[in-house]
T-cell receptor
Framework: DAMVIQNPRYQVTQFGKPVTLSCSQTLNHNVMYWYQQKSSQAPKLLFHYYDKDFNNEADTPDNFQSRRPNTSFCFLDIRSPGLGDAAMYLC?????????????FGQGTRLTVV | AQSVTQLGSHVSVSEGALVLLRCNYSSSVPPYLFWYVQYPNQGLQLLLKYTTGATLVKGINGFEAEFKKSETSFHLTKPSAHMSDAAEYFCAVSLLYNQGGKLIFGQGTELSVKP
């Protein structure tokens, strides 16, 4: 059973056209993360939500925003995608307080900017 | 600050041979360490984790890793490689001690398995 679900798996968007990627979870985890992964690179954390608290990484461009309307869903908004934003976007979840630090990842959304 | 270094961006082994992927970490507190595997166009799947207790950790698909504090290492091994093991492997340390926290990843090691 899928536990972290990302939609769509593949997204093509036009240069400068806003795009939203979605993530949902059935694990009831209180932390949700968005990572960006470019080809042959490690995942890079963009931001995370600890419950409703939004935590932005210092080097995440302003072009990237996120929303978490409830525990189960989290969205990544790219306001004006550039060619450099083409990447795999990974959503992950974990439960703070269990002391294990284990993150569960979705299948990812591969974003193409044309 | 915590960090992870994976030695070797690409490792190639023959089917049936030993797999050894190297990972060294830097952490000012006792670390939580993880190995994840990623197949092409897929998300990351947890192979195994070290939190506390036994330093030899067994994971899925026949992989295991040993936490060596004196060497600050957490190398991943598998006695006999299978073609299906070909993938990208990431070592990671949890940034927040004793919490489900942010992961700091190594650069990754691509494993190729030759028939």
């Amino acid at each position: 059973d899928a536990m972290v679900i990302q939609n769509p798996r593949y997204q093509v968007t036009q240069f400068g056209k806003p795009v939203t990627l979605s993530c949902s979870q059935t694990l009831n985890h209180n932390v949700m993360y968005w990572y960006q992964q470019k080809s042959s690179q490690a995942p890079k954390l963009l931001f995370h939500y600890y419950d409703k608290d939004f935590n932005n990484e210092a080097d995440t461009p302003d072009n990237f925003q996120s929303r978490r309307p409830n525990t189960s869903f989290c969205f990544l908004d790219i306001r004006s995608p550039g060619l450099g934003d083409a990447a795999m976007y990974l959503c992950a979840t974990s439960r703070v307080g269990e002391g294990q630090g284990e993150a569960f990842f979705g299948q990812g959304t591969r974003l193409t900017v044309v | 600050a915590q960090s992870v270094t994976q030695l070797g961006s690409h490792v190639s082994v023959s089917e049936g041979a030993l797999v050894l992927l190297r990972c060294n970490y830097s952490s000012s507190v006792p670390p939580y360490l993880f190995w994840y595997v990623q197949y092409p166009n897929q998300g990351l799947q947890l192979l195994l984790k070290y939190t506390t207790g036994a330093t030899l950790v067994k994971g899925i698909n026949g992989f295991e890793a040993e936490f060596k504090k004196s060497e600050t290492s957490f190398h991943l091994t598998k006695p006999s490689a299978h073609m299906s093991d070909a993938a990208e492997y990431f070592c990671a340390v949890s940034l927040l001690y004793n919490q489900g926290g942010k992961l700091i990843f190594g650069q990754g090691t691509e494993l190729s398995v030759k028939p």
